[in-house]
């Protein structure tokens, strides 16, 4: 018997939910609007997508973006037309530049309402085609179901990144077709269909790496994004080969590891770490872009000293900023695979105690500051107390300012994966404290905590109220300094301590958070520093340590440097 019109026809925002479903989405972050009653209707009707409420598109798809990094998932996010728009917008650029899959979805006035003094209109095609990977305006129902499949994968094939759908009102209203509603699962997750290196070249590869005297690894996210980290592993182990890494590639390798250097570059890499990449005769960069901050501006590996072998899956990459003597296309996963292929039976045992050595010199000086009773509190003084206290499993997430340069030098990743981020891309303030809730619903079984500076802290405060609203027992730590502190250092060091408009007044942000129903703690002294955070690591609930603490431009030994 022939089945019902209505039963063979969905609303377009019907198809838009059914479309997510079917490719494996559990949980959407947004913020409800005019031009969206038609989708939330069909989230509310069609169940199964849990719905978490913002209080800024912004932090949405910031926790998009955090829960794609820990999920392995494509990260949704969603918000009403206008300035629901523009507020999405940061958080799809970043995840775009970064290479994380985040779908952006924002509704739109109707199509029949265009050109006509809107409220709300913007041309919102041309508003994310620069930053998204693949963007589209819908103008009919019918295409919903191909949009959708076209925007997944082309977020989770190649070189990942974000997508962007507008979703008209009277396209949500419009009929689409249930049988068009289908969808290739595996799109849903990252990498997807991945594609291997070039053979003859991986031959190169290999041969340029059996004559290297001191090779040395420089992993960006590519190895965590394509979960190479056992490839990666083994090949180092058979060249007896140091490991450093990006910010973003903490957790290419387990960081107590002999071959570990720890963080490169001008954002939480030291002398002793640059020293090792100086040594190598072959750089091997591996899901890098060897930008201006891993490469403190391309003077580290100085151009012409070593030969380069370059893994990236885009192929733009490689070549960019560095003479390449062998360019591998492909997979981080499968390149380092074939590599390891490539060199079976090869051995190079070579002495790693003089990586040791850099290591130790580097984490004596940390040391010597870390158990300062100085006040204001130390920065290391923070990053020692927090990572003794934090399971090798938990997952910090960094904002710029102090928080990241420390934690990715002297906060020491145990295991591999994904345990450790922060906004690399673009680095805007206030991206942390989305990012650790988008974090906590990829993996709510283990400890989320956000390290943030207080300049943050006031761009993102807001979304308190969702952690305090849902329960999550993520641990806020603020470093409270009262400036801006990384531009303060900027112009001391730079600028001849010509400070300007950087300085702002002092906030409790315990009693702030207070008042959003989270449980505080306040810290002034270095001693009671290690009581506050094992009380507020412990906490079911969301919690909040604000630590007073000494600003950049005061310290003796900045970890990192300001480059331009
Ligand atoms: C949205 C945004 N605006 C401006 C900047 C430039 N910026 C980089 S670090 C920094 C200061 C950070 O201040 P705070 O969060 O208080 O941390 P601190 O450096 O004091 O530790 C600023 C303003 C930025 N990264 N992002």
Partial sequence: MNKPVELATLTGAEAAVEMLKAHGVEVIFGLCGDTSLPLYDALARLGSIKHVLTRDERHAAYMADGYARLSGKVGVCEGPSGGGATYLLP????????????????????????????????????????????????????????????????????????????????????????????????????????????????????????????????????????????????????????????????????????HSVGVVGSNGGTPETRAVVDAADVVVFVGCRAGSVTTERWRHPPAGKARIIHIDVDPAVPGTNYK???????????????????????????????VDERKREKFDKFEALARSDDTPIKPERVVFELSRQLDSDAVLVADPGTPCPYFSAYHVVRGTGRRFFSNRAHGALGYALAASIGAHFAKPRVKTVAVVGDGSFGMCVGELETAVRLRLPITFVVISNAVYGWIKAGQKSGYEQRYFSVDFSVTDHAKVAEAFGVRSWRVTEPGKLGTALREALSGGNPTLVDIVCQPLHEAKAPVSEWVA
Wanted: proline share 7%; charged share 25%; glycine share 8%.
């Fill in 324 to 354: 390449v003597d062998v360019p591998l296309i492909g997979d981080a996963r499968l390149c380092l695979s074939s590599l390891n292929d490539a060199l079976e039976g090869y051995r190079r045992d070579a002495d790693l105690s003089w």
């Fill in 91 to 258: 958080g799809l650029v970043e995840a775009n530049e970064s290479s994380i899959p985040v779908l952006g979805i924002n509704t739109d006035v109707s199509v029949s309402s265009r050109n006509r003094f809107t409220l709300t209109e913007l041309d919102q095609r041309a508003l994310m085609r620069p930053l998204t990977k693949w963007n589209t305006v819908l103008d009919r129902s019918v295409d919903i179901p191909r949009v959708f499949r076209k925007a997944f994968e082309s977020m989770t094939t190649g070189r990942p990144g974000a997508a962007h759908v507008a979703l008209p009102f009277d396209v949500q209203n419009g009929p689409v077709e249930r049988r068009e509603v289908w969808a290739d699962p595996t799109l849903g997750s990252f990498p997807s269909r991945r594609v291997g290196p070039d053979p003859s070249l991986v031959e190169l590869a290999a041969k340029l790496l059996r004559n290297a005297k001191s090779p040395v690894f420089i992993c960006g996210g590519g190895v965590v994004l394509s979960g190479a980290e056992q490839e990666l592993s083994s090949l180092a182990e058979s060249l007896s080969a140091p490991v450093a890494t990006t910010i973003s590639g903490k957790g290419s390798i387990d960081e107590r590891c002999a």
